[in-house]
């Protein structure tokens, strides 16, 4: 019996490091930072959308909205695995993915969803431009919210639900390359 305790902690053990040297790593993997909607620039949404209050249901806007013609095409923003493809109420035809430093990227209100994979590089078409969800009778755009899986304590303030900044980073301020 004890012989086969110890062959159970020593995979434990090993099972263990290998858990921390994937989470390690994710941290460090290169994360791109392209706007996903194809030649969308800043003219396409409002400065101010991200930690817009007081925003519907949610009551603050974590993410940012940009307009383009319906069916244009969205793009991966940084290469990660497809956690989720498919309908929700309020996001309509959605993406979810996981990225490098271990961010989530959620892309919502696609009027068509494309590919199956489960990988996404950089750049690779994942969807195109819509009204689905709570966005129906607005104009087209893609809703983008970038989230960080663990939590960037010094981003939390006094903003409504300013704790959450902690979790959900300004996409803006990632297309534009600043450090979050």
């Known amino acids: 019996m004890a012989g086969i305790m110890s062959r159970i902690r020593i ?6 490091l290998v858990v921390v040297a994937v989470l390690v790593a994710g941290l460090f993997l290169p994360e791109s930072r392209q706007i996903p909607v194809v ?6 949404w409002h400065p101010d959308t991200f930690w817009y209050y007081p925003w519907g249901r949610s009551g603050v806007h974590k993410g940012v909205d ?8 969205v793009l991966a923003s940084s290469g990660g695995v497809v956690l989720f493809r498919g309908e929700l109420a309020r996001g309509g035809r959605v993406v979810l993915m996981l990225g490098p430093k271990w961010r989530l990227h959620y892309y919502a209100h696609l009027d068509q969803t494309v590919g199956n994979g489960l990988w996404l590089a950089e750049g690779d078409q994942l969807g195109t431009v819509g009204d689905s969800g709570n966005a129906a009778g607005k104009p087209p755009h893609l809703h983008y919210s970038l989230v960080s899986l663990l939590p960037l304590i010094w981003k939390a303030d006094g903003a409504p639900q300013g704790w959450k900044k902690m979790f959900y980073l300004d996409p803006l301020r990632h297309f534009a ?3 979050q």
């Open 11 to 16: 995979v434990v053990r090993r099972l263990l």
């Open 39 to 44: 030649g969308a620039g800043s003219g396409d």
């Open 66 to 73: 940009i307009f383009a013609i319906k069916g244009t095409p």
């Open 177 to 179: 390359g600043g450090g």
